[in-house]
């Protein structure tokens, strides 16, 4: 739909209050409507919805619009993430101590390990005999056919980094000149510029060596803005833009 403003000045201070919108824009002076932060956030909604869509394409194995593949979960990861009943009992997990294996399966497992842990005592410290028990009672069932919980839960297809989904959630954008405010996000509007990100648990886009957690950025590592993102964000600095003139010329920036 069609907009229009109507302005009552001359053309002289019309030409004055346009002159001034750069300086306004780039955080030069004054700004008493907040006319640059209505083209900030319409750029910072516009980079958090580029983000997340990426997220999504990345969490499920894929390369994001921003050119990152991101490294698959372990086995043992994915075997830790939370299950729904239906899950356990398709897979006949139970709530035992040992919840993969069948009632026969853990009274033979329960059998081996007496028995072998009898004879480790002989020989060693009870803290060690249970430990070699142990893994000569699993050796057995799992040669009898019986399946641990890492061999039945480590290959599900889960998404990364969305076990909770606190971090995602932190992400989403928000519409138009309105963000989310969404727990964990970062929304900035300093002079000149936009700043998104998220407090949620940071180590995830860096990575940390130390504990073997490899990165898994949610944009570019080097600050760059990505090709596949300038579209959208220019059309949402343009739409501010336009904004920020309707305002110029019907209220005057000077």
């Given at each position: ?85 239906a899950e356990r009992r398709q897979l006949g ?162």
């Amino acid at each position: 739909m069609a907009q229009q403003v109507v302005y009552y000045g001359t053309p002289g201070e019309a030409r004055r209050h346009l002159m001034t919108l750069p300086d306004i824009l780039a955080g030069k002076v004054a700004d008493p409507y907040g006319v640059a932060r209505a083209v900030q956030v319409r750029c910072g909604v516009a980079l958090l919805s580029e983000i997340q869509r990426a997220f999504i394409t990345k969490s499920r194995g894929g390369v994001g619009s921003d050119g990152i593949k991101w490294e698959p979960l372990k086995p043992q990861t994915i075997a830790r993430r939370r299950t729904t009943r239906a899950e356990r009992r398709q897979l006949g997990i139970s709530r035992g101590r040992r919840p993969s294996l069948t009632p026969d399966q853990d009274r033979r497992w329960r059998q081996v390990f007496a028995r072998t842990y009898r004879r480790m005592l002989i020989d060693l410290e009870p803290k060690d005999a249970k430990r070699r028990a142990a893994k000569i009672a699993w050796a057995t069932v799992k040669a009898e056919g019986a399946r641990t919980q890492l061999e039945l839960l480590g290959s599900r297809q889960v998404d990364m980094l969305r076990d909770t989904g606190l971090l995602f959630r932190s992400l989403s954008p928000g519409v138009d000149d309105q963000p989310s405010g969404a727990e964990g996000q970062i929304f900035k509007t300093p002079p000149g510029a936009v700043i998104v990100g998220t407090n949620v648990k940071p180590w995830h886009h860096t990575g940390d060596p130390a504990k073997k957690l490899p990165a898994r950025p949610f944009w570019p590592l080097d600050g760059t803005l990505p090709d596949a993102w300038k579209n959208s964000i220019n059309r949402a600095a343009a739409t501010g833009v336009l904004f920020a003139l309707r305002l110029a010329l019907s209220r005057g920036l000077a």
